[in-house]
């Protein structure tokens, strides 16, 4: 596989962009695809077999588009579908994953709020993620984010619906004395402004788009595959950008062209997959996972 081949990034939808920008920050001589998996927004209410087999779709029609490496921008698919994704991995496959060890790391009261899918706060991974970072004395609220990926997926990231739905999820954590909030969903960093707004200084966000490039600029090393540093010799010349969508591409066009200098025009796609068997039926909610979690749920203390 060549350096200069591109690095293929994913998301169940638009949240992944949060990541696309801070990659293209550090990495702008790299070449991107995206693909927002949007007909199939959000994996946070799916089941787990469904967003692995949809995660497990979408890596190789990016491979077979010709990518060197995989970003799994959304902590969903990387909870549910990155082992999978590296069991055959003959490339690098770098996930995302709440930021944990970095909210231990700045909480001063020692309560620490984690907003993440329902999907993504039920998996394994995540009981390992705050095993491993819990420190002594610290506990962890974690509120599933119900309804907010849908509401940016059409564009939503202020109205007083998607204020009332974060005061519902955010001021009974402030009442338990949290000092720090993870942001444990890529579509929720689209959300600080109007947290900002809303709460003012009360919480420190903890978002890990900017940590994920990184990790991504070492894989890529390690591997060998960095493209070459084109800017150093001719400053102008950037990496090339592809989005596509499964959707219609109206919403992912509108957030790009408000994020990304230069968007390019959306494509529409189709990735077929073990998820298209689902297509004809509705899209279920897991009222399981809904069910079994309180709306704020200390998980983790010690
Ligand atoms: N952006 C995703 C994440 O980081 C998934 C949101 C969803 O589709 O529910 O978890």
Redesign the pocket.
Known sequence: MSSNAPIGVF???L??LSVLQAVRALLPHESLLYVADSRY?????RPDTFIEQRSLAIGRWLRAHGAKALVVA????TAHGVAALRADAVWPVVG?EPGIKPAAAASKTGVIGVL??A??LRSARFADLLARHTAQGQRFLCQPGHGL?ERIEAGDVGSADVVALLERYIEPMLAQGVDTLVLG???YPFLIPAIERRFGNALTLIDTGAAIARQLQRRLETAELSAPAQCESLPGLAGTLQLFTTASPHALQKMADRLLPHAPGVQAVRIPGTGEANEVTECVPNDAARLDLPPNLPIASA
């Open positions: 998301d169940s939808g949240g992944g927004a959000p994996y946070g209410e959304c902590n969903t698919a995302v993440a899918t999907a993504t990926v969903c890529t579509h």
